[in-house]
């Protein structure tokens, strides 16, 4: 059983490009979780999505970040106009629907860099 | 908003104990868990507790809850070179139901 995939495992951008960041939940996991990760700091949580819907964003900035998870295919985080704030590592995790604990399984993480 | 806090740094000999600790401040926090991270990599899973236990022990990790002092500890029996790493504690609070919120980690140095 595959774990969380994240592609591309590092991006380079430059400032005011786009960025796009994908994540394959385990078999059988319909929820998705985006983390950040700043320098030596812990993760933070950003969004919380389930199949074709945001369940909570809260924690994600109100201009140029998006997300989506759509029915088919990978969850998608999307950064437009990338600035140099926004290298960090991104992760994600999975869980599945319907368990109380609802255990967080994190994938490698995508690590961005903007130049 | 709520925090969790860890000592950043740890050294340890190999075949000692390490233990590693964490405060944090939300009392509604329901699990309670501990990541590993290695460089580069993302986070395992290493084990998590209910926040009605006490104690939870797996093979060489034994994690110890203090509710009333919001104080969790990871102990690693005979602490190998292979467990260096980072360590984070997550706490999940019910109000949240879902995001967990996370200390800064705890470097852990395995020394031969």
């Known amino acids: 059983n595959a774990g969380v995939m994240q592609n591309p495992r590092h991006l380079v951008r430059r400032r005011g490009q786009e960025a796009r960041l994908r994540c394959s939940p385990m078999?059988?996991?319909?929820?998705v979780y985006w983390y950040r990760q700043l320098p030596e700091e812990g993760l933070k949580f950003m969004v919380y999505l389930q199949k074709e819907n945001i369940i909570d964003e809260s924690g994600m900035p109100k201009e140029r970040f998006s997300a989506e998870f759509p029915k088919e295919g990978p969850s998608i985080l999307r950064i437009q106009q990338v600035v140099r704030g926004d290298s960090a590592a991104y992760f994600c995790?999975?869980?599945?629907?319907?368990?109380?604990?609802?255990?967080?399984?994190f994938g490698p993480g995508t690590r961005l860099l903007v130049l | 908003g709520e925090d969790v806090e860890q000592s950043l740094f740890l050294s340890v000999r190999e075949g000692d104990s390490s233990v590693i600790n964490c405060t944090y401040t939300?009392?509604?926090?329901?699990?309670l868990y501990w990541y590993k991270q290695e460089p580069g990599a993302g986070l395992q899973l290493l084990t998590y507790i209910f926040s009605n236990m006490d104690m939870k022990q797996d093979q060489r990790l034994t994690v110890l809850l203090n509710k009333k002092d919001k104080h969790l500890s990871l102990r690693i029996a005979d602490t190998q070179t292979g467990d260096s790493a980072i360590y984070f504690c997550a706490e999940k609070a019910s109000n949240s139901g879902y995001a967990l919120n996370f200390g800064k980690g705890t470097s852990l140095l395995v020394t031969p």
């Open positions: 078999k059988g996991h319909s929820h």
């Open positions: 939300d009392s509604s926090s329901t699990y």
């Open positions: 995790a999975s869980s599945p629907a319907d368990r109380g604990q609802e255990t967080q399984y």
